[in-house]
């Protein structure tokens, strides 16, 4: 297995439309390529970030037919390079419910598709500053966690909201994650609040590279995202950050062995014990 690996996080400002969203992700997916990248992240949400139900509803389509999906596995072919969908918004297939999923789709160097993920914790919340979200009346949540293998070792698969449930993370991390994605579209007050709280939280905890690739700035449903994507060290140092919510590459060269010499040091995932509930 190789030991280190080079990456790039894509922050984007994702368009309202399939077709938009690929013109803006495109060139920055490329970019990173001819920078070296082996392994590219984009954000939750790269083929659409729409939270207006019905506008969503009047673009998004299955997976295996969505614009923006299919066109980057055709680039990653060409590329050579293997991609992570943040999530890609699409319909869920599921009768009965015409609710959307929120899927990351792994995707390798020939194009073809690795895993998908569907986000298993939807944000229901009400911010002190008066905005409301609710996640699950639009996307039906997933049921299932999800690590890939790739050349570089296991990957495990998260998205947004998924951060702040912890048991997620040491799950990944025990059934054999070196590395978790967690790509995303944090709210601002969240985000300036937590982001890199929780980032850093999860790679302590579980001896893994956090890598967050993130949206940014205002978009056209109104809402505004915190950007600041960043790779995470498994000792819980930032290794690469962008500073900012302009759309970008970050790139950075990830020692695969810190996961070895962190985990040796403080061998947390082999000293779970059983214990009761409290009353």
């Not at 991609?83 to 419910?97: N, P, W």
């Not at 060290?233 to 790139?251: H, K, M, N, Q, Y």
């Amino acid at each position: 297995m190789t030991r280190s690996l080079d990456i790039a996080l894509i922050q984007t400002r994702t368009p309202a439309t399939p077709e938009a969203a690929w013109a803006h992700v495109e060139p920055l997916v490329r970019e990173a390529a001819a920078r070296g990248a082996r392994l590219i992240l984009t954000p939750e949400g790269t083929n659409v970030l729409e939270q207006r139900r019905d506008r969503r509803a009047a673009v998004i389509t299955d997976p295996d037919t969505d614009l923006v999906v299919g066109r980057l596995r055709t680039l990653a072919r060409e590329l050579g390079v293997w991609i992570l969908i943040g999530s890609a918004i699409v319909r869920s297939g599921l009768e009965g419910d015409d609710r959307a999923a929120n899927r990351a789709i792994l995707v390798d160097d020939r194009g073809q598709v690795v895993v998908t993920y569907d986000k298993l914790h939807v944000f229901d919340v009400d911010l002190p500053n008066g905005e409301t979200y609710r996640e699950s009346s639009a996307v039906r949540p997933g049921d299932t966690a999800v690590v890939a293998e790739t050349p570089w070792g296991r990957v495990g698969l998260t998205i947004c909201y998924d951060i702040r449930f912890p048991h997620l993370y040491r799950a990944l991390a025990r059934a054999g994650a070196a590395l978790i994605a967690v790509p995303a579209a944090f709210t601002v007050p969240t985000g300036e609040a937590h982001w890199e709280t929780l980032l850093r939280a999860r790679a302590i905890e579980t001896g893994c590279f956090i890598l967050a690739p993130a949206q940014g700035g205002p978009h056209e449903d109104g809402r505004r995202t915190w950007g600041h994507s960043t790779v995470v060290g498994p000792w819980g140092e930032i290794i690469a950050r962008r500073d900012d919510d302009t759309p970008g590459v970050l790139l950075a060269t990830l020692d695969l062995e810190a996961v070895d010499r962190a985990r040796a040091a403080v061998p947390q995932l082999r000293h779970d014990r059983e214990f009761g509930s409290p009353s």
